[in-house]
Each structure stands twice: as C-alpha cells, then as structure tokens.
C-alpha cells in the first residue's frame, strides 16, 4: 500500500502554533455552534476553516430558525451562513479553498390550493455560501430537489438530486449523480450502470483535477447490485468502474489528487456491515486494500475522507453491531487508529466520526462532550500518544457511551450521511 510518511512539516508547523505542552498527538478544538446543542462539521479547507451545521438555541421553546450552515471560527466567533429567504433549514456540506461552500437549504413558500385556501410548501435547493450570500444553483431542467456535496477549486460541484428521465410517464424522479460548472453555467448526469429510468447514480467526491467517484446501480445477473466507480467531468460517460470482489456492493466516497480512492465494502452474511477500502486507481493494476476495524469482532468500518498525504479518516464500530456505537479513526502507516486515544485523557470528548481530512492532517467531525452532539477539530501537535490506563472508551461488547441514537440524529443532511 503506497501511503506517505504523515510526520509532516505541516503538521509540525501547526504543533507550534497551539498553546501550551500538549501531551497527546492532537489537541481538540471544540467548535462550539449556533446556541444549540447540536453542532456538526462537514469539511476543513487547506487554511483550516471548518464549515458544517448548528442547531439553533431554543428560548421558551422557540427559536428563530431549526438548523443553519455555520463557518466554524473558534476565535472571532461562529457565522451563521444563513438560509434562502422564509427557509429555516440549511447545511455546508463540502468547501474549496476560495471558502466557496455548498449544501442545501429549504425554502417556504405560499401556494393557494384547489379550494383556494393557502397552504405553506416546503422546498429544498442546492446552494452556495459565499460572502456571506445564500444563492441558489441555477435551475436544470427535470431536476429536483438537488443537495450540493462538494465543490473544487475549479468551481466545479458535485450534486444529487431526482431526475425525471422520462417526463411521460407517471413515475417520479429517481436519484441522480450531477455536475455543475459553475464557470460555464453546464450540467452533466452521471447514468447509472443498468438500463432504466428508475436506476440511481451518484456522485460522492471530487478532487482539483475535476476526477469524481460515487456509485450507481449495476445489474448482476438478474439482481441490481451497487457498484463504484471513476470518471473525470471532461467526459463523465467515460467511467472506470472500480472492481470490487465477489460482486459485492462497494460504496467509493472519496477520491484525492493521486486518484487514491476510500470508501467502504459490503461485508456477505451480515447485517449490512461494510469494511473500508483503499484503492489506487492511477496504478495499471488498481487492487482493493482492506483496512479492518479496530477489533475483528465489532466488524464494520467506513473511510470517510484521504488527503493528499494518503492519510485516511472516518469511523468503525467500537462494540458489537447491534449497538451501533462508533469511534472515529485515522489510518495512516499500515494501521488504524482510534482518534480517542490519540487526544488528552482529560478532554471530555468521545470523537465519534471523523469526515474529512486537509493536508496538514487537520481533522473534522463530529463527537459528544457534557451531554452535547458537538463539532471538533483536531490539530496536530507533533506529541507522543499520552498514557490513559483505562479513561479512553475502548471496544466493548456491550454497552457504551455513543448510543446508536447518535447516528441517527445526525442522518438528515444528503447522500454523505445516507451512504456513510
């Protein structure tokens, strides 16, 4: 496996600028959010700017909004980012380097119905933050619903959203993969693998050189089976599946500069665990590289994010499958890595999914602290891992601190979390 050495400069860089002796690899910055208890981070750009969601505080039980798009900013305060105009909802999903950042935001409207009475219908749209401006995507013709994944330094951006193939039946729209070109105002499609106006495709990632991976329905036999693959937005009908084993469904999530790919791997006879992967697809010979869990016996992990250093985050399972419990991890040298363990005994937090990974090996995600769903950053210090004896959570196979619920909360922002 041709992983970088991760004990970079960059890192060692950022370790001077933190404040004080840090006895543990990373030090935690909790992000904090809007007043809510709930607070997410999605992505981190090359600076370190961290953009996600937060609820919003709750006064005599009401509140001015449900959740918003936020740009983290530990030091001059969090941003809120804002929703369309009546919307009470919003999401930063991914971001570039200009601090474009995408998602979704839903929009209330009035309509006067049949009976000519008014009713309030809720729609969502993809959208930019920027400058502190929520703009919609530009309408694309039988395209519904879409929700902004990621966007790269060429200002492109992936999508997903319902498609209506065939305006001439009755069926709704199906889930479908897009690209927007937001220089030349262009939309392109990704077609799944298998024939038919309801088969799904989507786009999960996209790395500078405009390369995207995602997954989409592929007949096996008689059955429709998940498969992955790559392609580039210069002619995304000139896709590279990505071969999986066994004809297992296998879910692509991320892709870097290198063509290094992560995501996760059905496991045969389980209850829908998955295994993460690695892949390098710039080799003449791509070959799937599994890379465990943190104990064979709680048997599910997804990679989530790689940067350029082929350092590699995202979450497994801590106990067994039935409690649903996860840690976040960082793979790097061969080895997976409980990201709990490696941050002071005293922090107070449980990391509970680690989402995406810059190049200086800053990490967000996602956690618990005093009670609370909570955003976090991890920089790195440069420190040896601090001795805890037994204060970190550790595998278990039975209860814990990160309940199943966790989870579930948090699955209502797109096809990241849906395919996570």
């Known amino acids: 496996m041709k992983f970088k050495t991760t004990k970079t400069l960059l890192a060692l860089s950022i370790a001077t ?41 709750v006064v005599d039980g009401t509140s001015d909004f449900i959740t918003h798009a936020v740009q983290f900013d530990e030091t001059q305060g969090n941003i809120d980012l804002g929703s369309l105009p009546e919307g009470t909802e919003s999401y930063a999903v991914g971001v570039n380097d200009s601090m474009v950042a995408v998602g979704y935001s839903n929009e209330i409207t009035e309509e006067e119905n049949d009976n000519g009475q008014l009713i309030k219908v ?19 013709a039988n395209y519904s619903s879409p929700v902004a994944l990621d966007i790269n330094n060429s200002q492109m951006a992936i999508l997903t959203g319902k498609f209506d193939a065939d305006t001439t039946d009755e069926a709704s729209g199906v889930d479908r993969g897009a690209v927007y070109d937001r220089q030349n105002d262009t939309y392109q499609v990704v077609e799944p693998f298998a024939a038919g106006t309801d088969r799904r495709s989507y786009i999960t990632d996209i790395n500078n050189l405009n390369d995207i991976v995602g997954f989409a329905d592929k007949e096996v036999g008689e059955t429709i089976q998940i498969a992955s693959y790559i392609a580039n937005t210069s002619d995304i009908t000139n896709r590279v599946e990505i071969e999986t084993i066994d004809n297992r469904a296998i879910f692509a999530m991320a892709i870097n500069d290198s063509k290094e790919v992560v995501g996760s791997m059905f496991i045969p006879n389980s209850r829908g665990q998955r295994e993460a992967f690695y892949i390098d697809m710039s080799d ?20 989530r994010d790689i940067n350029n250093l082929g350092q590699i985050v995202g979450r497994a399972l801590i106990s067994v499958p039935t409690l649903g419990e996860n840690g976040a991890f960082l793979y790097e040298d061969g080895e997976m890595k409980n990201l709990n363990e490696l941050i002071a005994c005293d922090s107070g937090w449980t990391l509970t999914e680690a989402r995406a990974i810059n190049d200086s090996g800053q990490i967000v995600g996602v956690g618990t602290v005093d009670g609370e769903v909570r955003a976090f950053r991890l920089d790195p210090t440069g420190e040896p891992v601090e001795d805890c004896g037994d204060s970190n959570p550790q595998p278990s196979d039975g209860g814990g601190s990160v309940p199943a619920v966790l989870l579930a909360l948090l699955a209502v922002v797109g096809l990241r979390r849906r395919f996570s």
């Not at 909790?30 to 505080?57: M, R």
């Not at 003449?284 to 990679?303: H, K, M, T, V, Y």
């Open 284 to 303: 003449a010979n791509p070959q799937i590289e599994f890379l465990g869990f943190f104990d064979n016996a709680f048997n599910d992990s997804r990679a």
């Open 17 to 57: 600028l933190t404040s004080g002796s840090i006895a543990a690899p990373y030090e935690i910055v909790d992000l904090g959010g809007l007043g809510g208890d709930t607070s997410v981070a999605n992505d981190i750009d090359s600076a370190g700017n961290a953009f996600g969601y937060a609820d919003a505080e």
């Open 122 to 140: 809720i729609n969502h749209h993809a959208v930019f933050f920027e400058g502190g401006v929520v703009t919609k995507f530009p309408e694309f």
